[in-house]
């Protein structure tokens, strides 16, 4: 069913009063009825009627029948086509390497919200097993230019290599503990495991930041 905008909470209830009446006495309720029900006038229930009508929810079977509205048909949500997602290549979790792409499809019905613009990737290595993303699982990644501190995103690296890490944007260091150049160190991507330590760039390129793991058992 596709609604032109929103339905209001007294529209809502008008509908649910319309179904329960309709489930129970098997015809369609007058707007008299209606009316008696929420304890207004016809006329205001007419008005929203009107707008039940403009918005798809409901319709009339023909003009100037008392019991003539219907219900317009809702789809069965369960039936519709699961979304589906392209497996672009391998994201490092360990050292980094370079994304390859081997487009294969995987559906995901309701894990994630329809019309996000969504990708999947084949984690490789143990570096973020400390937040459950272990070696050959799929992470789903939300394609995202920008991320918040403590977000895991897919970073490329000044080599062009790809990796899998959490994203913390910081002040300048001034230590020698990690990879990368130790001066004006704006962005830490922190690996999830202890044995590893976080690499620290002046910039990086996100593509995008991951929102669901599916491990395949």
């Not at 070696?135 to 230019?145: A, I, K, P, Q, T």
């Not at 959490?166 to 044995?195: C, M, V």
């Amino acid at each position: 069913m596709t609604m032109s905008a929103p339905l209001t909470p007294r529209q809502r209830d008008i509908l649910t009063f319309f179904r329960d009446y309709l489930e129970e006495q098997e015809i369609s309720p007058t707007l008299e009825e209606i009316a008696a029900h929420f304890g207004v006038n016809k006329v205001t229930i007419f008005g929203h009627v009107a707008e039940l009508e403009r918005k798809g929810v409901i319709k009339r079977a023909a003009p100037g029948v008392s019991r003539g509205l219907q219900l317009v048909e809702e789809p069965d949500e369960s039936k519709e086509a699961a979304p589906s997602f392209q497996i672009l290549g391998n994201i490092a979790a360990g050292a980094p390497i370079e994304a390859l792409e081997n487009p294969e499809t995987l559906d995901l019905g309701e894990l994630v919200p329809r019309g996000s613009e969504v990708f999947a990737l084949k984690v490789q290595g143990e570096s973020m097993i400390e937040d459950a993303i272990a070696d050959g699982d799929l992470v789903l990644v939300e394609s995202r230019n920008q991320a918040n501190n403590g977000e895991t995103v897919v970073a490329i690296l000044p080599d062009g290599t790809t990796t899998l890490k959490r994203f913390y944007k910081e002040k300048g260091r001034g230590n020698t503990k990690g990879r990368g150049n130790t001066k004006d160190r704006a962005i830490r991507l922190q690996p999830a495991n202890s044995s590893m330590e976080p690499i620290y760039l002046p910039d990086v390129e996100i593509r995008g930041v991951v929102v669901a793991v599916v491990r395949r058992m």
